[in-house]
Nanobody, 128 residues
Framework: QVQLVESGGGLVQPGGSLRLSCAAS????????TAWFRQGPGLKREFVSG????????YYADSVKGRFTISRDNAANKVYLQMDSLKLEDTAVYYC?????????????????????WGQGTQVTVSS
């Protein structure tokens, strides 16, 4: 069973930065794509960013494009989300998710369906 553990959340002022980490363990030998989703208070869980197994392709929600950067280190079994210029509306629980890198993933990566494994989430609060 793949386990995903997020870390790096916290309280930050508007305009500040945080770097989230997602550590994977017990992953089978296969190509897994990874994504970050978030769920703000009273809101639905939404896609934030995704990255292919190789790291060569990255995807972002319009709301974070230019401010967030996703990356991965497969040797360390980690995926990162660098969040800069944080805004009040970025406040949410951030979740890491992984799914096999299939044609379905490329078609539906913004939705929850392609992801087999989810972490427990890490809270990010942007407040002055």
């Amino acid at each position: 069973q793949v386990q995903l553990v997020e870390s790096g959340g916290g309280l930050v002022q508007p305009g500040g930065s945080l770097r989230l980490s997602c550590a994977a363990s017990n992953r089978p030998v296969s190509r897994y794509a990874t994504a970050w989703f978030r769920q703000g208070p009273g809101l639905k869980r939404e896609f934030v960013s995704g990255i292919t197994w190789s790291g060569r392709r990255t995807y972002y929600a319009d709301s974070v494009k230019g401010r967030f950067t996703i990356s991965r280190d497969n040797a360390a079994n980690k995926v990162y989300l660098q969040m800069d210029s944080l805004k009040l509306e970025d406040t949410a629980v951030y979740y890491c998710a992984e799914g096999r890198e299939t044609s379905d993933w490329f078609s539906y990566y913004r939705q929850r369906d392609p992801y087999e494994y989810w972490g427990q989430g890490t809270q990010v609060t942007v407040s002055s």
